[in-house]
């Protein structure tokens, strides 16, 4: 995890911050008087405000609000890293953002981040160019082995306190170290999340696995995300990448390309939204393989 002046931030820095801290819960009782700056932040941040994901069909449905913890879930190779990460590539124009991927090398998080600014064969000069404008303002945590959900717990928490991080990605919940069967072990991270993201008043991306199902064809939902059902009850919003494998087919088979290229390649579904307005809704995307970009219109060939 790189830190300024190019410092990296060492495993024993980090340690066990996280179980150091005074995690203890408090009790408090106040009068409901003492809330009203609490109340207009809740109008301004929280209900209208946010930052926007990098679409404009998207800005009426959603926005990503500090104190919200996000899960982002599809089936395999349905593109839900890469989604993230170019979602990601804007937000941390504006936002310090730390990316924890276990699935990933630091190498090729950030080679493909390169790419989805539109170059699929960038040179030395323009990646030195693009590390330039990123640094500072995105952090990779780099495990280098196996970790746990302690660790990364204590990763968000120094991050957050220490280094102003407000965004993290979290890539994925099956790589912190707890078994598929150990749903309590789930749930328990998952709380420990969404109780982080409300104390430190960031915004917590957790990507998920969607559930084996007989065909990847159908629509997905909040109920699809692998493991513990109490994973997305945790959560104060639900998103689900889902790769259009039916187009994909109907190509491969011999179908016209100019009667298929108004159909989305992958449609992205907001499945839960506790906050802001509450919608629900869905977007199709159109996937430009060679960057790895999710644009809002067919590509013109």
Not at 149 to 167: D, G, M
């Amino acid at each position: 995890m790189a830190m300024q002046n190019n410092v990296v931030v060492t495993e024993k820095e980090v340690g066990n911050y996280y179980s150091s801290r005074n995690n203890s819960e408090h009790l408090k009782i106040k009068s409901p008087s003492l809330y009203k700056d609490d109340i207009m932040s809740y109008f301004s941040d929280d209900v209208k405000g946010g930052l926007p994901l990098p679409y404009i069909k998207t800005e009426e449905d959603f926005r990503i609000r500090m104190g919200e913890l996000t899960i982002v879930s599809g089936y395999s190779g349905h593109g839900k890293t890469a989604w993230l990460s170019h979602v990601m590539l804007h937000l941390c124009k504006t936002t310090k953002a730390l990316i924890a991927s276990f699935e990933m090398l630091p190498k090729a998080t950030l080679g493909r981040m390169c790419m989805q600014t539109n170059n699929s064969d960038p040179s030395e000069l323009y990646i030195d160019d693009f590390l330039a404008k990123i640094e500072h303002k995105l952090y990779l945590y780099d495990a280098e082995g196996e970790t746990s959900a302690e660790k990364v717990l204590s990763v968000i928490y120094y991050a957050a306190e220490k280094l102003n991080v407000k965004l993290f990605v979290v890539d994925s919940l099956m790589k912190c170290g707890i078994n598929e069967d150990d749903l309590n072990g789930q749930k328990n991270f998952a709380n420990k999340l969404a109780v982080a993201a409300r104390d430190l008043k960031i915004h917590i991306f957790l990507v998920a696995h969607s559930r084996k199902t007989a065909d990847e064809h159908g629509s997905p939902s909040k109920f699809d995300v692998a493991g513990s059902a109490n994973i997305t009850n945790m959560a104060d919003n639900s998103i689900s990448v889902h790769r259009n494998k039916k187009k994909e087919k109907e190509l491969q088979e011999g179908a016209d390309p100019q009667e298929l290229k108004n159909l989305p390649d992958c449609t992205v579904y907001l499945n839960k939204q506790r906050h802001g307005n509450g919608a629900e809704s869905r977007w199709g995307f159109y996937f430009d393989p060679k960057t790895f970009r999710y644009l809002e219109s067919p590509r013109i060939t």
